[in-house]
Structure formats: C-alpha cells, structure tokens
C-alpha cells in the first residue's frame, strides 16, 4: 500500500532553515509527481509546489520562490523540501503528498502524515 | 490565481441527515481535454488530509457511496446523503487546471 513517512517535528529560530523528509513506499516513486501542502495553526492548506523525481523538475509557488528547495533522493525513494529565511509565519505542520502521474494534471491521492515546524526565539 | 470560494464555512448536521457544501471556483474548471480538475479533500481531526473526490464525482478508493461529488465549469456540490459520526472534521475544494494549485477555505463539518 503507498505510505508516505515524514520525519518529525522541528523548532527553529527565526533566519534559520528547516529540512523535512518524506519517505515514500509502495509504489514507483518516480512516476508520480511529490507535492508540499503547508497549514498554519488553525489555518486552511497552502500549496507550496511539486517535485518530479523523474529529472527533478520542480515548480515553487510565487509565495515561496527564493526560500524553498524541494528535492528528491530515488535511490531512497524519499523527497525533501528545505524551507530558508524562516520566520514565525512559517509555523506550520508540512505536509507531502504524492501525485498526479508525472507529466499528467491531477490531484494527490495521497497525504504524508505532516511535520510540524515552529518558529520561535 | 483561481478563487475557490466554498459555503457554508460550518455546518452542524444530526446523525442520518443529508449535508451538502457548494464550491464556487472565479474561473473555469473545464479543461480542453473534457476533464474537470476539481477535486474533494477531507480533514479529519488530528489527521492529515484524505481524498474522497476526483475530477467533480469520482469516489476515491474505499470512498462511502453516501458522499457524491457534482457541478461543472465553475459551480461544484459535495454530498453527504446520511451524515455518520466519522464524517466530522473539515472538507476542502481543490483545483488543479492549472499553477498554483488553490483549495477552499474549508467546510468543518460537526455532529449534532
């Protein structure tokens, strides 16, 4: 069955930056595209951007353009996304999730179980 | 960016009643190759995000035949034909025609 395993929970001060994994499993990692889908305490889900894994193409919301990185080790068949410059907005629990199919519109079918950052001096 | 704009924000629904919740979205949905990227999630509590709907009425896997998706081009229509204690927490309208992907502010559902 997919599964996708976050790594946990992080505090971090503010300027500093944040890596958070997501181990996939259960199927071919490289013919689905890795989203990151943030939430603010309390807050609605925030698309961030996708990665594809096959080529390592990535598109990064405006938002996040020049703090984000997303990336992907397929040997492990785990994404990654770095989020730099952090500041209290940035609190929020990080999700992943796969899909659609690489080079295909779609939706994610499914959700990593999300990492929670904190920001805080 | 395209607008998801979902109503009501909250709904509280007894036990075997229906509920439904509309998703306006500011343009189209309907792309060239006859397929409408829109698209339900589910936010149970404590958990993360779960698919229930794809491209306006297609039950994800293992998805309750008691939810059913509608609606075309910009007007869409989740349904909840007999509400069950499982079916609490906060349900969001997501499209995927184009970049950035945008969701709804979200629908939290609560039992009576």
């Known amino acids: 069955q997919v599964q996708l395993v976050q790594s946990g929970a992080e505090v971090k001060k503010p300027g500093a930056s944040v890596k958070v994994s997501c181990k996939a499993s259960?199927?071919?990692?490289?013919?689905?595209?890795m989203q990151w889908v943030r939430q603010a305490p309390g807050q609605g889900l925030e698309h961030m951007g996708w990665?594809?894994?096959?080529?390592?193409?990535?598109y990064y919301a405006q938002k996040f353009r020049g703090r984000v990185t997303m990336t992907t080790d397929t040997s492990i068949t785990t994404a990654y996304m770095e989020l730099s410059s952090l500041t209290s907005d940035d609190t929020a629990v990080y999700h992943c999730?796969?899909?659609?199919?690489?080079?295909?519109?779609?939706?994610?079918?499914?959700w990593g179980q999300g990492a929670l950052v904190t920001v805080s001096s | 960016d395209i607008v998801m704009a979902q109503t009501p924000l909250s709904l509280s629904v007894t036990p075997g009643q229906p509920a439904s919740i509309s998703c306006k979205s500011s343009?189209?949905?309907?792309?060239?190759?006859?397929?409408?990227?829109l698209y339900w999630h589910l936010q149970k509590p404590g958990q993360p995000p779960q698919l229930l709907i794809y491209?306006?009425?297609n039950r994800f896997s293992g998805v309750p035949d008691r939810f059913s998706g509608s609606g075309s081009g910009t007007d869409f229509t989740l349904k909840i034909s007999r509400v069950e204690a499982e079916d609490v927490g906060v349900y969001y309208c997501?499209?995927?025609?184009?970049?950035?992907?945008?969701f709804g502010q979200g629908t939290k559902l609560e039992i009576k």
């Open positions: 999730a796969r899909g659609p199919i690489v080079g295909a519109l779609g939706s994610f079918d499914y």
């Open positions: 343009q189209s949905l309907l792309h060239s190759d006859g397929k409408t990227y």
């Open positions: 997501m499209h995927s025609i184009q970049l950035p992907l945008t």
């Open positions: 491209e306006v009425s």
């Open positions: 259960g199927y071919t990692f490289s013919d689905y595209y």
């Open positions: 990665i594809n894994p096959n080529g390592g193409g990535a």
